[in-house]
């Protein structure tokens, strides 16, 4: 019929169907997720070492040191200080950490550990004007337990919530250096322990060369 447009489809042809438009491409999941698990994983090591650093410990392999008084003096004239060592103890007692440690958070810290009788370990920690920050972080901000006398000075004693890590802290320094010490032993044997310690200059080792702790 003339004048008329039909639009229909032809009879028998199919209907023609668009195609759906190509979506994005499909998001590389993954890289996001594991860029941030090697942070927080480099970030926990970091939390770590610094942890380990002033944990009291003991190597069952270490060696023991053999110029306690020697590093004493060296770290004694870097730092201007004189830094105690222990003096008088039985020889069942060996010296096995002796060092300066350094961290980002907390003032630079002598630290003289010792293997002690039972598996044990005790250590002596100073630092100049140790602050409350430090001396919590050499006790673990554990309970107060009492006082104890040594030697005429007055200690505070400090245990850690699980019971296996005691401290004394020295009310007075001890050679102009604030002074906790500190470790897995019993109490009896952390007394013991401090009152051996003295500053080198006034110690047995202060005119030895290679020493091991003294015979008893």
Do not use: C
């Not at 920690?125 to 901000?141: C, I, P």
């Amino acid at each position: 019929m003339v004048g008329v447009n039909d639009t229909s489809t032809p009879t028998g042809l199919p209907s023609a169907t668009p195609e759906p438009a190509a979506g994005p491409p499909p998001r590389r999941r993954g890289m996001g997720s594991t860029r941030s698990m090697v942070i927080s994983m480099v970030i926990v090591a970091f939390a770590v070492v610094g942890w380990w650093a002033f944990v009291p410990r003991s190597t069952p392999t270490a060696q023991p040191v053999a110029d306690v008084a020697g590093i004493a003096r060296e770290i004694g004239i870097s730092r201007h200080w004189d830094p105690a060592v222990a003096d008088g103890l039985p020889s069942t007692w060996s010296p096995v950490n002796v060092r300066l440690v350094t961290l980002s958070d907390q003032p630079p810290t002598w630290q003289a550990g010792y293997d002690v009788p039972g598996g044990k370990y005790i250590r002596v920690l100073q630092t100049a004007n140790g602050n409350t920050s430090w001396v919590q972080a050499q006790t673990g901000n554990g309970a107060a337990k009492g006082i104890v006398t040594i030697g005429g000075v007055v200690w505070s004693k400090v245990e850690r919530a699980d019971g296996g890590e005691r401290s004394l802290i020295r009310s007075a320094p001890l050679g102009g250096l604030s002074t906790v010490v500190d470790g897995t032993g019993s109490w009896s044997q952390l007394i013991q322990f401090a009152a051996s310690v003295k500053p080198l200059s006034k110690s047995a080792l202060a005119t030895k060369g290679p020493t091991t702790a003294p015979s008893s």
